[in-house]
């Protein structure tokens, strides 16, 4: 049998990456700002539609950047999924705010928008979706919801870069929106990251917080003589480099998409005899989603041991992994956190839940051998 390593994620490079940047150094324009963070900030603003994206240092950062252009105060309430990433929650905490987790939906994991009304206190302040694995939120009733109670909208969509929610770019739909181009996301620029604006004013001082709190882009556009402390910022923009490494990487975002959503449809299609068979639960996409092929999970059938499944593929070479430990359930969780509900769907999914290695050059032989091994491993544990 083949050993031939398969690993959980390769960086996908276009090949035009150490052009770009020996342009930035050749042109001396070395920190942030430049023409190729002009360049990547045009690109996102006519694909997502959003008034005005903003290159970061990561989606972290631009969470970050979202807490304190809603103002969150020490007290406020901010709802979100406890299934998703820890900068999800921690950049709201950072201002003194308290995560409300609430569950998840069993079709596509993503916030429960049933559950969120309920959640609803006089100290709420901010709804904060996840798109996870790059499929869409049911945003009209979270939007509707948001807008009777007079709640903010945050995408978390760090995962969701060139996906749509009926038709509409992810990131481009609530008040804001966070994307990441981590080396792990689909678009790379090893750390990196966009904060979308979704209207006027908050566009304008997004640009103020990014700029150390000072109107320093209005300075340069000619829009005031002189450019001063306006309130409370920091450095959150990226040096020319990253954004020249992300620009090779913008140009080819539809191929990229393109190209990871033939392998997903081919693990699609090959895991669905075992589905069929009961051994496990396949991804389930909303049809008014346009996903952008960023995982490959499955859910495996309750009862099977997810750790001896791992130990399989990997005696095989084959690098699988499984994500979130809820974060009502972390130790940060349970410190700064509060739980809304039951949470009967995080912890069990949570638990089920195992990536497979999907990545641009993983060929459907690869990928073939990696559901083969699945299937003999749960085979093996199904009674
Ligand atoms: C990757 C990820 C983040 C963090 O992105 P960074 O760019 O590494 O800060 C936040 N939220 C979710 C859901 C993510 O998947």
């Known amino acids: 049998m083949s050993k031939e390593t398969i690993l959980f994620n390769r960086p996908f490079m276009t090949g035009k990456e150490l052009d770009y940047i020996a342009q930035a150094k050749f042109g001396n324009m070395l920190a942030g700002d430049g023409p190729f963070t002009k360049q990547c900030h045009r690109w996102l603003e006519s694909h ?31 709802i979100l999924p406890s299934f998703t990433f820890v900068s999800t929650a921690n950049a709201f905490v950072l201002r003194g705010a308290v995560p409300v987790f609430v569950d998840i939906r069993p079709d596509t994991l ?43 909208v945050v995408e978390d969509a760090a995962q969701g870069v060139m996906s749509t929610y009926k038709g509409r770019a992810l990131g ?71 954004a020249a490494f992300l620009w090779a990487q913008l140009e080819e975002a539809q191929s990229i998409t393109n190209r990871r959503l033939a392998i997903w449809e081919h693990y699609h299609g090959a895991l669905a005899e075992l589905e069929l068979q009961g051994l496990l639960r396949r991804p389930i996409v909303p049809e008014n989603c346009q996903h952008n092929a960023h995982m490959y999970y499955v859910l495996l059938a309750p009862g099977i041991e997810r750790q001896v499944v791992l130990d399989k593929l990997k005696s095989h070479a084959i690098y699988a992994v499984f994500h979130y430990v809820p974060l009502h359930s972390s130790p940060g969780g349970v410190r700064y956190g509060r739980v809304h509900g039951s949470m009967e769907i995080t912890d069990g999914y949570s638990e089920r839940l195992l990536r497979l290695p999907l990545w641009l050059g993983l060929t459907n032989e690869q990928q073939d051998r990696v559901v083969d091994v699945l299937g003999d491993a749960l085979a093996a544990l199904a009674t």
């Open 110 to 152: 993503n916030l429960d928008e049933r559950l969120i009304e309920a959640a609803i206190t006089s100290r709420t302040k901010a709804i904060v979706p996840v798109h996870y694995a790059g499929v869409a939120c049911e945003m009209d009733t979270i939007l509707a919801i948001a807008h009777k109670h007079g709640l903010a």
């Open 48 to 78: 997502t539609g959003c008034n005005k994206a903003l290159l970061t240092h990561s989606c972290t950062a631009a969470l970050e950047m979202a807490a304190l252009l809603l103002d969150i105060q020490p007290g406020d309430e901010v």
């Open 172 to 242: 481009s739909l609530g008040d804001l929106g966070a994307f990441s181009f981590h080396e792990t996301k689909n678009v790379i620029s090893g750390e990196g990251g966009a904060l979308l604006a979704n209207n006027p004013a908050m566009g304008l001082r997004a640009e103020i917080i990014r700029e150390k709190g000072t109107d320093r882009s209005r300075f340069f556009r000619g829009e005031v003589d002189k450019y001063t402390w306006q309130e409370v910022g920091s450095s959150f923009l990226p040096g020319e480099m990253t």
